[in-house]
């Protein structure tokens, strides 16, 4: 038996969509001349599906910190910091995280998929029950299965429904660990953490939020959904990433829970990988003080999101959520969303190709997420682009 037969069904459908286009999961970014624009297939093309809202990216202080920590502290840790030590910038950076959250600790991941990892498999065991939202990233899905907690899933943003699931499950479980994210990704939409808070407290439950796609974009401060709904003293746990507003990569996860640090030796996705390298500590550490100090980023990025949001529905697109950094284009199909990326591309517009099963509810996408580095003048010329292959297409239609 061939061991990969198994994938072949998948391979057969990636061939298909070969047939009608460039590969979507294989587009190179041949040069990358800014947080907006890059050279694809010899054309200068706009880069509207990155992540990289705050556009931080080329950041010159970051950038200069990197390479500083680089040339000082050499290319990479080599290690996990359990078996091969911390640096100063670590413990640094954990601080830096901690003094910005207004939270007692915080912990550093290599990745924000190991922080979900690391925090859910130090947080609940076979013994206790998680509760988790259906359209959660595959990073908490994963982490779920690999604590051994019984894991129970309720209706995407719905604390009714969690609240109904969690009277059924009295006197089940030792601990129940609610989990939801800040922004989902997919479609843009924004949880009610207001609601699930009460929902929470209700039933004597513990609360962890991803805000991987939130940070630096919501709240007063930059902390999240939960800060931007006045609920962030609440929440128990929070994780997040620094490959998104940050521009680098690496995960945190923080707490006022006098036991947190108790992850560091009983969480294996912490204590079995090498460390983050020293450039990522660096330029993330001068990242957050941007962040800290420029809530002019956040304005622009807000400001690009919502002309982007009022310009895609004026020609009638139709979109999945509010104004949001991520704006999600619902296409009828898969054939026609796969055209339209297509088309869109030879348009030198990049967004990014989201369908099913990565998607919630079997959608088709054109996931487009904005940056604060974007000009108006890009955010305009991206939705003529759009106007131009909508028309071309008839992407109009309802689906
Ligand atoms: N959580 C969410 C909600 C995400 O969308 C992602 C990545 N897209 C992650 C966690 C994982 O983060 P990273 O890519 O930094 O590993």
């Known amino acids: 038996m061939d061991i990969l037969a198994k994938h072949s069904a998948l391979a057969a459908r990636h061939e298909e969509l070969l047939r009608l286009g460039v590969d979507p999961f294989a587009v190179r970014l041949d040069e990358v001349l800014s947080p907006t624009l890059a050279v694809v297939r010899g054309r200068e093309t706009i880069l509207l599906g990155t992540n ?3 556009g931080l990216t080329f950041d010159p202080a970051c950038i200069e910190a990197a390479a500083e920590a680089a040339r000082t502290l050499g290319t990479g840790t080599t290690g996990s910091r359990i078996a091969n030590g911390t640096y100063g910038l670590h413990r640094e950076l954990e601080e830096a995280f901690a003094r910005f959250l207004d939270r007692r600790s915080c912990i550093v991941f290599t990745t924000g998929y190991q922080a979900n990892l690391g925090m859910l498999v130090g947080l609940a065991g076979p013994r206790d029950v998680i509760l988790l939202d259906s359209d959660s990233h595959a990073s908490i899905y994963d982490g779920c299965r690999l604590s051994g907690a019984t894991v129970v899933r309720f209706r995407h943003n719905d604390p009714e429904d969690l ?14 660990l609610i989990v939801v994210e800040g922004l989902y990704s997919m479609l843009g939409d924004v949880a009610p953490i207001d609601a699930f808070v ?10 962890f939020v991803d805000e991987a796609h939130s940070f630096g974009v919501f709240g007063e401060h930059g902390r999240g959904v939960a800060e931007a709904q006045g609920v962030d003293r609440e929440v128990d746990f929070v994780a997040g990433t620094f490959s998104k507003s940050l521009g680098a990569v690496g995960g945190f996860g923080a707490s ?29 550490r001068v990242a957050l003080q941007r962040i800290a100090e420029d809530p002019g980023l956040r304005r622009r990025l807000w400001d690009n999101a919502r002309r982007l949001h009022e310009g895609l529905s004026a020609l009638g697109l139709v979109l999945c959520a509010p104004a949001s950094p991520v704006v999600a284009v619902r ?11 297509n088309r869109l591309l030879d348009n030198g517009l990049y967004v990014n190709l989201a369908l099913p099963p990565g998607t919630p509810g079997g959608l088709c996408l054109l996931r487009c997420s904005v940056s604060a580095a974007h000009s108006s003048d890009q955010i305009d010329e991206a939705c003529a682009r759009f106007a131009r292959v909508a028309d071309e297409l008839d992407l109009r239609v309802p689906a």
Do not use: I, Q
């Open 52 to 54: 990289n809202y705050l």
């Open 163 to 176: 609240d109904r699931r969690l009277t059924r499950l009295a006197g089940k479980g030792e601990c129940k």
């Open 198 to 207: 009460e929902v929470k407290k209700r039933h004597g439950a513990w609360l």
């Open 256 to 284: 006022d829970h006098p036991a947190f640090d108790h992850l560091r030796f009983c969480s294996r996705p912490y204590m079995f990988t090498a460390s983050p390298s020293p450039a990522t500590m660096a330029s993330t």
């Open 331 to 341: 296409l009828a199909d898969e054939r026609s969303a796969v055209a339209a990326w």
